[in-house]
C-alpha cells in the first residue's frame, strides 16, 4: 500500500526503541543508586552484589557481551563500560556512554584503556582488586612467557599469584585474571595479542619471574 513503510524500516524503528529503552532504564538505575558504588568500600558485600547484579542484568538487557568496571578514590568514581574483549560489541559500549547522563562525582568511559602510570606497583603502594571474595594486588603478581604465535601475534602466558590454592575453586578467578590484564594493557591491545593463559600458585621465589605490570613492554618488545 503507497505511503506504508517497507518492513525493514520498522523492524529498524522498533529495535532501535528497544535499545534506547534498555539504555534509558540502565542509566536512570545507576544514577539513582549511584552512592552504593561510589561508597563501595563502606557498605556490606551482600547489598553491593545485590545492587552490582541488579544493575549487569540491566546492562546485559541492552548487549550481553557488556560489563561494567567500578573505580572509587576519594569520593568520586569512574564507570567503566568493558565489552570484554569483543570487538562486536564496541560500538555498544561507546553508544551506552554517548548516552549517559551527566553523574556529580562520576567519570564514565568506555572500554578499559591502557595503565601508563606503573609507579604504584613497583613500590607496592597499590590497592588490591576485589572480585567474588578476592583480592588480587597486581605488584603481587608475576608471569612467565610460554609460546608466542607469530602467525596470530599472540601471546600465551602463566600467571602467578599468592592465593591460587584459596581461590582456584572460584569460577570467576580467570575472568578477573583477564579483566586486570586489560586494564594494565587496555582492552584492544588484550584482545589483540593475548592467546591465553593459565594461572598458578606462587612460590616463594619469584627470581625468574617477571613482573605482570612489565607485560604490556615485553609484547610491545616481543612484537618489534
Given at each position: 500500500?503507497?505511503?506504508?513503510?517497507?518492513?525493514g524500516?520498522?523492524?529498524?524503528?522498533?529495535?532501535?526503541?528497544?535499545?534506547m529503552?534498555?539504555?534509558?532504564?540502565?542509566?536512570?538505575?545507576?544514577q539513582?543508586?549511584?552512592?552504593?558504588?561510589?561508597?563501595?568500600?563502606?557498605?556490606?558485600?551482600?547489598?553491593?552484589?545485590?545492587?552490582?547484579?541488579?544493575?549487569?542484568?540491566l546492562?546485559?538487557?541492552?548487549?550481553?557481551?557488556?560489563?561494567?568496571?567500578?573505580?572509587?578514590?576519594?569520593?568520586?568514581?569512574?564507570?567503566?563500560?568493558?565489552a570484554?574483549?569483543?570487538?562486536?560489541?564496541?560500538?555498544?559500549?561507546?553508544e551506552?556512554?554517548?548516552?549517559?547522563?551527566?553523574?556529580e562525582?562520576?567519570?564514565?568511559?568506555?572500554?578499559?584503556?591502557?595503565?601508563?602510570?606503573?609507579?604504584?606497583?613497583?613500590?607496592?603502594?597499590?590497592n588490591?582488586?576485589?572480585?567474588?571474595?578476592?583480592e588480587?594486588?597486581?605488584?603481587?603478581?608475576?608471569?612467565?612467557?610460554?609460546?608466542?604465535?607469530?602467525?596470530k601475534?599472540?601471546?600465551?602466558?602463566?600467571?602467578?599469584?599468592?592465593?591460587?590454592l584459596?581461590?582456584?575453586?572460584?569460577?570467576?578467578?580467570?575472568?578477573?585474571?583477564?579483566?586486570?590484564?586489560?586494564?594494565?594493557?587496555?582492552?584492544?591491545?588484550a584482545?589483540?595479542?593475548?592467546?591465553?593463559?593459565?594461572?598458578?600458585?606462587?612460590?616463594?621465589?619469584?627470581?625468574?619471574?617477571?613482573?605482570?605490570?612489565?607485560?604490556?613492554?615485553?609484547i610491545?618488545?616481543?612484537?618489534?
Amino acid at each position: 500500500m503507497e505511503g506504508c513503510p517497507k518492513d525493514g524500516v520498522v523492524k529498524f524503528e522498533i529495535v532501535n526503541l528497544k535499545h534506547m529503552k534498555t539504555i534509558t532504564n540502565f542509566w536512570n538505575h545507576f544514577q539513582k543508586n549511584n552512592f552504593i558504588f561510589l561508597f563501595i568500600i563502606e557498605i556490606t558485600h551482600e547489598e553491593v552484589q545485590i545492587n552490582f547484579n541488579k544493575v549487569t542484568s540491566l546492562l546485559h538487557d541492552y548487549d550481553k557481551n557488556l560489563d561494567i568496571i567500578i573505580k572509587t578514590k576519594e569520593n568520586k568514581g569512574e564507570l567503566i563500560i568493558t565489552a570484554n574483549g569483543n570487538k562486536e560489541a564496541y560500538e555498544n559500549a561507546f553508544e551506552i556512554v554517548r548516552q549517559a547522563p551527566k553523574i556529580e562525582r562520576w567519570k564514565i568511559t568506555a572500554l578499559l584503556k591502557p595503565t601508563l602510570n606503573i609507579e604504584k606497583y613497583e613500590s607496592g603502594n597499590d590497592n588490591p582488586f576485589r572480585f567474588f571474595g578476592m583480592e588480587l594486588k597486581i605488584s603481587e603478581m608475576y608471569f612467565t612467557p610460554i609460546k608466542w604465535n607469530h602467525k596470530k601475534r599472540k601471546i600465551t602466558i602463566i600467571i602467578w599469584i599468592k592465593n591460587y590454592l584459596a581461590y582456584k575453586n572460584i569460577t570467576e578467578l580467570k575472568q578477573s585474571l583477564y579483566i586486570i590484564i586489560e586494564h594494565l594493557l587496555g582492552e584492544d591491545l588484550a584482545i589483540n595479542n593475548i592467546q591465553k593463559f593459565k594461572i598458578k600458585q606462587l612460590e616463594t621465589n619469584s627470581n625468574q619471574l617477571i613482573e605482570l605490570y612489565h607485560l604490556k613492554d615485553y609484547i610491545t618488545y616481543i612484537k618489534n
